[in-house]
T-cell receptor, first 114, second 116 residues
């Protein structure tokens, strides 16, 4: 069964360091989402891609976060510099189409900033 | 802005019994989508059930069903014949209508414990 892949699964870093997360969506899924899930909260969208184009990055802290999906397949989310408040689960999801297509989630990357 | 509220941080149920998880939401739209997602410990989030607001009939998926009350902006999830594998965090989510924002707006979740 096709799944969304994410790596690493866990990341511990010190504040002011740079971190990067990788996501490989289900093959053929054109839409890709990055969510951040703070402990005890529901996920919140950071950025949405349609193919290689950004559709929505209104909640992305652009002073320190960046995201790319250069060839419209896999994607990288970067934080530089990391801050203590960035500790969270970072979830990637993909869907076949835009619109109300089901979003399939990856296992997430648990980030701890010390 | 749309908001989703889950007022039950934790719920518990005996195996084989029925439990209902509550969700309310706020929107000015008339057409939208509602979802329940399940997030087991250390595993990915999976879709349990979805409801289109234009459909009056409540969605059902095997042991899972919803009670969608559009006027009250309520969307509860009923799990019948609870199983140990149902233990997880459950998130209610809202999505705007076609042409609007495509992000899912989630509630804070309800942790469900199933007792043997």
């Amino acid at each position: 069964e096709a799944e969304v892949a994410q790596s690493p699964r866990y990341k511990i870093t010190e504040k002011s360091q740079a971190v990067a997360f990788w996501c490989d969506p289900i093959s053929g899924h054109a839409t890709l989402y990055w969510y951040r899930q703070i402990l005890g909260q529901g996920p919140e969208l950071l950025v949405q891609f349609q193919d290689e184009s950004v559709v929505d990055d209104s909640q992305l802290p652009k002073d320190r976060f960046s995201a790319e999906r250069l060839k419209g397949v896999d994607s990288t989310l970067k934080i530089q510099p990391a801050e203590l408040g960035d500790s969270a689960m970072y979830l990637c999801a993909s869907s076949l189409l835009r619109g109300p297509s089901e979003q399939f989630f990856g296992p997430g990357t648990r980030l701890t900033v010390l | 802005a749309q908001t989703v509220t889950q007022s039950q941080p934790e719920m518990s149920v005996q195996e084989a019994e029925t439990v209902t998880l509550s969700c309310t939401y706020d929107t000015s739209e008339s057409d939208y989508y509602l979802f329940w997602y399940k997030q087991p410990p250390s595993r990915q989030m999976i879709l349990v059930i979805r409801q289109e607001a234009y459909k009056q009939q409540n969605a059902t998926e095997n042991r899972f069903s919803v009670n969608f009350q559009k006027a009250a902006k309520s969307f509860s999830l009923k799990i019948s014949d609870s199983q140990l594998g149902d233990a997880a965090m459950y998130f209610c989510a809202y999505r705007a209508p076609q042409g609007g924002s495509e992000k899912l707006v989630f509630g804070k979740g309800t942790k469900l414990t199933v007792n043997p």
